[in-house]
């Protein structure tokens, strides 16, 4: 095997407006094994700089079981209607709402708990990385080193709310309510 | 360049225009790195790019928040053999007949920026037919769908971060970001690592595309080597005879932030 001309990290492009026949896959926003008690819908909005709904994103949700483990099983792909992966992939309709159906996730090692979540967009040249955090937890979030580290008004764009027993989350990709999206160490831009 | 429509199907500025304001990006950032600047080479897209029109409502304007890696995000989905068939690697076999089109080999090494192997991960492409058309209601362009080829292909990265494709190289197809806006041929490929934060998509590009300087997808990566990351290389040695051709690939993810415990002999 050749090695690559150098270990400088490949670019990122647009998913592309024709990933729709691609990338999604039966159950796939559907990470919560049927028929399990503490179900829960995770719903919102993805929203461009004008507050118009964007039809043609791509979300993956990256989480922790119930219990505030990381879970590493396969079987995201293919479901068997048991397993419990903590990874799902949700499309966005003509009205920019997308939905999983889910299991909330715990607090890992006492943190406040979230879902982890990447954005990709026909129009956004490169993926986004972003955190939700679920209702409830407010001395866990006031510790919190990302959340205690943003201005009031920043904070509450990955702060998800309860609404009909739903967890509802939006997704502004610009504007004055902008989601916080995150760059960690190592990324290189 | 007065406030550019946003409207994806517009169409409005030409060619010349477009190119001018890729041109003014490029010259600036030459001017910035020549008079010392940060030195810094940048090695992503622009996420504002105002030659892709549809990146100008879609582009955060705030700076990214920096965020130490936390709990899940220090570890990646995890897929498997029950996930993914082998013959999914294949576009080719996908159907009854064979697609029509330069019967292809793309192959490659996914890395970390450590150099390590990204091993038993997911890969997955999408692609044109040789005519430029995809197989999506939305695409109207005015070229043939093959009935046997649909464009999509899965695998898992073997020990060594190894992925190999067996398809048929892609056509350029005309898109309405300005008028006579013509993507050069590329396939598209989504990646995981070891880390949640490894995570990309982007498009792999064919050596000696006259569109390239054309195209403010790929000109989004304003500095010429990292655009020139994208593009695959001819390997005669992956070429078989009176069969297909072959392309080599190798792509590098950012570097895992978990510290490595295992031992170095595993």
Known sequence: ?189 | MANPSTDPDAAAASQAEVDAEIRGIRESYERVREEGGDGTEETQPRLDYPPYRSSLLRHPTKDPHHADPEGVELLAPCFGHSDVDPVEADLTIQHSGDPIGERMVITGRVLDGDGRPVAGQLVEIWQANAAGRYIHQRDQHHAPVDPNFTGVGRCLTDADGGYTFTTIKPGPYPWKNHHNAWRPAHVHFSLFGTDFTQRMITQMYFPGDPLFDLDPILQSIVDPRARERLVATYDHDVTSHEWSTGYRWDIVLTGAHRTPLEAEDD
Request: aromatic share 10%.
């Open chain 1, 1 to 189: 095997m050749t090695e690559p001309r150098d270990l400088a990290p490949t670019p990122g492009q647009t998913i592309g407006p024709f990933f729709g026949y691609a990338l999604p896959f039966p159950g796939d926003h559907v990470l919560a094994p049927a028929g399990h008690p503490d179900t829960v819908r995770l719903r919102g909005r993805v929203l461009d700089g004008d507050g118009a709904p964007v039809p043609d994103a791509l979300l993956e949700l990256w989480q922790a079981d119930p219990e505030g483990r990381p879970v590493q099983r396969e079987g995201s792909l293919r479901r068997d209607g048991a397993t419990f992966t903590g990874w799902g992939r949700a499309s966005t309709r003509t009205d920019g709402g997308y939905d999983f159906v889910t299991l909330r996730p715990g607090p890992v090692d006492g943190g406040a708990p979230f879902f982890a979540l990447t954005v990709f967009a026909r129009g956004l040249l490169n993926r986004l990385f972003t955190r939700i955090y679920l209702p409830g937890y407010g001395d866990a979030q006031a510790a919190d080193p990302l959340l205690s580290g943003l201005p009031e008004d920043r904070r509450r764009t990955l702060l998800a709310r309860e609404e009909d027993g739903d967890l509802v989350w939006d997704l502004r990709l610009q504007g004055p309510d902008e989601t916080v999206f995150l760059t960690y160490p190592r990324h290189r831009s």
